[in-house]
């Protein structure tokens, strides 16, 4: 049997996807967000206000913008749904926590890009 | 009406199975085996099989038979089960099963684990009941409604399998966390009314290798084969934790 259904084998169920994505949400902020800093502090620097809100404008920018929130926002409910797993009391609609923190999550990244084109 | 020599009989066979199993101890390798497919065949059948009529230095481990002892669980497919109640049909696949020893844990040989690290922990979590001096005085009042009792009564048929320690992750990565076996003891305990220490349990668990260090990933309750759920049992022991910090009691 290959590797891969091996490990999928004890980890394919819905609060094991939750972790994951929870974690690599936070990994891709921790890696991205001090990018899109940087890249927001050198072409401010670079070009004047006109120049720099053209170049938000262009749909790389827009995509790239957009991934990041909805990484920003996957993690907030993400984390939200932690909250409640460990502080509120257990419900047995755990599946349904975590489909409400993922379509949340996609409804804001969906409504930013909206506005943003 | 059919003739009865139609109808499948208990030994009934259904083709072959190739089984590969864990052979030796951590540096060991699979070896593969064919073996008769019948119906109603458990996974423990087909090992047993195996150790009978091809290899008799085959080494594992089982009891009851019957989902009692704990004894007999290995990890099948990939993931972790115990073996004398699980029908083959349900998991080979394509007439294939992967034997393994409990993930998580030493190999000792073939399919046995060494258990010892399980219940020590067990041990570490204070798993142990602690009784109030009641002798002279009255017996204790449990009410089976009481939300306590309904927690303990929860989670007290475990049968020691490991099956949801071979299944955490986070045992994998923190060697020292205690898994959700102990824990699940443990919250047992803090809400048995009967017990002198439930304070002396939850200081137990509430360092970095206790209940804190779960992810809430339910891998345990996931494949729990007595259907218990240590991923609640933890999150109660957060709270509980939590609680007692903000009383001034830990
Ligand atoms: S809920 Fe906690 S104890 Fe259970 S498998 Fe997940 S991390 Fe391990
Ligand atoms: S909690 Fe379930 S899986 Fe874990 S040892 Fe007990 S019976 Fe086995
Ligand atoms: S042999 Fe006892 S639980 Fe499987």
């Not at chain 2, 309904?150 to 299944?167: P, T």
């Not at chain 2, 990933?217 to 218990?228: R, V």
């Amino acid at each position: 049997m290959s590797t891969l259904s091996r490990v999928a084998a004890s980890r394919n169920h819905p609060a094991y996807w939750a972790f994951l994505v929870h974690r690599l949400s936070g990994l891709g902020l921790a890696l991205f967000l001090p990018l899109h800093l940087l890249v927001l502090g050198l072409a401010v620097e670079r070009a004047s206000l006109d120049g720099f809100l053209s170049w938000t404008d262009r749909p790389l920018v827009k995509l790239a913008e957009t991934g990041l929130v909805v990484l920003l926002a996957v993690h907030l409910t993400g984390g939200l749904r932690v909250l409640a797993l460990e502080f509120l009391p257990w419900s047995d609609a755990q599946k349904t926590r975590i489909a409400i923190a993922f379509g949340v999550a996609l409804a804001v990244g969906l409504l930013f890009l909206l506005l943003a084109v | 009406m059919q003739s009865s020599a139609a109808q499948p009989s208990a030994s009934t066979e259904l083709g072959e199975l190739t089984v590969s199993v864990w052979r030796g101890a951590a540096d060991g390798r699979l070896e593969s085996f064919r073996v008769p497919h019948r119906t109603s065949q458990t996974v423990l059948d087909v090992v047993t099989w195996i150790q009978r009529h091809l290899d008799p230095t085959l080494t594992y481990r089982f009891a009851c038979r019957v989902g009692m002892c704990g004894s007999c669980a290995m990890m099948v497919n990939g993931a972790p089960r115990w073996t004398c109640r699980t029908h083959v049909s349900r998991v080979a696949k394509d007439g294939h099963l992967e034997l393994r020893p409990l993930r998580n844990l030493p190999v000792v040989k073939d399919l046995a684990a060494d258990m010892t690290e399980f219940f020590d922990k067990w041990r570490d979590a204070y798993g142990r009941f602690s009784p109030t001096p009641t002798a002279d005085g009255d017996f204790h009042r449990v009410d089976p409604e009481s939300a306590e009792r309904k927690a303990a009564s929860a989670g007290i048929e475990c049968i020691g399998c490991a099956v949801c320690y071979a299944a955490c992750d986070v045992v994998s990565w923190n060697p020292d966390y205690l898994g959700p076996a102990a824990l699940n003891r443990a919250w047992t305990l803090i809400n048995d009314v009967r017990d002198a220490d439930r304070s002396g349990h939850l200081a137990a668990v509430a360092d970095d290798a206790g209940c804190h260090a779960c992810h809430s990933q339910g891998s345990c309750t996931k494949h729990c084969p007595n259907g218990l759920n240590p991923s609640m049992a933890i999150t109660g022991l957060k709270k509980s934790v939590l609680g007692a910090l903000l009383r001034g009691d830990l």
